[in-house]
């Protein structure tokens, strides 16, 4: 399978081999660049923003003294570091693949993408819910925000949410590319 441009890594094509009638199938198509996939400049910016939104999570949930007395806001914290971490080499390699003009749509990587799209954005999502769901408690049920830090609780759980919207378009696009082929 032949995923480099040709002015990158130019080599001759080999002869095509006789192939017996059994044998004989098409040549595979294929996929489009389209933008939001891996190595294109909307890719890029869905990376960054993902990286953004849950690296300013982690530091909002990590600055206040009393979130590791709750489960869900250490979950939060485990989610979004694994959402930050994940997104910055992605985006690497993204801006690699931008810079020497490399297709990066080769199904086995495009798959371990839409996995590890799948799984991070899974698991921010889950951690925000639960956040939202111990906010919720905290501000409306307990009446005790006086002496807790609501705010930036609130604030770390609503940028994992739009870092999960950044990073949902992610997963989609390389899942449905692999479903497409």
């Not at 040549?27 to 939104?53: C, H, K, N, S, Y």
């Not at 810079?99 to 990066?104: E, G, T, W, Y």
């Amino acid at each position: 399978m032949n995923v480099s441009h040709a002015s990158v890594h130019p080599v001759e094509d080999p002869p095509p081999a006789t192939a017996t009638p059994v044998e004989n199938h098409p040549p595979r198509v294929r996929m489009d660049d389209i933008e939001g996939m891996p190595g294109t400049l909307l890719g890029v910016a869905l990376r960054f923003f993902q990286f953004l939104f849950a690296a300013a999570s982690l530091s909002v949930m990590a600055s206040t003294s009393d979130f590791p007395s709750v489960t869900a806001f250490c979950y939060l914290v485990a989610a979004t570091g694994l959402q930050s971490l994940w997104s910055l080499a992605l985006a690497a390699v993204d801006v690699y693949a931008i810079m020497v003009k490399r297709s990066l749509q080769n199904r086995r990587l495009v798959s371990v993408f839409a996995i590890g799209d799948g799984v991070t954005s899974t698991l921010t999502f889950a951690a925000a819910c639960a956040s939202a769901g111990i906010t919720v408690l905290i501000d409306n049920d307990l009446n005790s925000c006086a002496q807790n830090h609501c705010v930036q609780f609130e604030t770390s759980t609503a940028l994992a949410f739009i870092s999960w919207f950044a990073a949902l378009p992610s997963f989609l696009f390389n899942f449905w590319s692999l479903a497409s082929r």
